[in-house]
Nanobody
Framework: QVQLVESGGGLVQPGGSLRLSCAAS????????MGWYRQAPGKQRERVAGVSAGGSTYYADSVKDRFTISRDNAKNAVYLQMNSLKPEDTAVYYC????????????????WGQGTQVTVST
C-alpha cells in the first residue's frame, strides 16, 4: 500500500517561513509528478506547485517568487519551502503524487497525503 505522509505545517506570523515535507512509502515502481495543493475554508482545492520527474516546476501565480518546490528522488520525497507567508496562504496543504505501481507501462495512479494545516496569523 502506497502512502504519502506530510509534516511541517503550523502557525506562523505574516512574513514568516515554513517548510513542508512529504515522503512516499510502500511498494511502487516509480513516481512521476509530485506536488502540493491547498484548500482554504469555503474554497475549492487549488494547485500550488508541482515538480515533474525530470525536475520541471510549476507555481501558481499567487505563490511565485515566495514558494519553492523541490524533490529528492532518492528519498521519494517532495518539499515546499514557503517564504514571505501571507494570511491568505492559510489553508490545509495536501501532498500529491502520481505513481506507476507495477512497471513503466502500468497505469498512473494518483495518491494524496492526509493534509497539514498552515495558519498565517498574528
Amino acid at each position: 500500500q502506497v502512502q504519502l505522509v506530510e509534516s511541517g505545517g503550523g502557525l506562523v506570523q505574516p512574513g514568516g517561513s515554513l517548510r513542508l515535507s512529504c515522503a512516499a512509502s510502500g511498494t511502487f515502481f516509480s513516481i512521476n509528478g509530485m506536488g502540493w495543493y491547498r484548500q482554504a475554508p469555503g474554497k475549492q482545492r487549488e494547485r500550488v506547485a508541482g515538480v515533474s520527474a525530470g525536475g520541471s516546476t510549476y507555481y501558481a501565480d499567487s505563490v511565485k517568487d515566495r514558494f519553492t518546490i523541490s524533490r529528492d528522488n532518492a528519498k521519494n520525497a517532495v518539499y515546499l519551502q514557503m517564504n514571505s507567508l501571507k494570511p491568505e496562504d492559510t489553508a490545509v496543504y495536501y501532498c500529491n503524487a502520481k505513481f506507476r505501481l507495477r512497471g513503466p507501462d502500468s497505469y498512473e495512479v494518483n495518491y494524496w497525503g492526509q493534509g497539514t494545516q498552515v495558519t498565517v496569523s498574528t
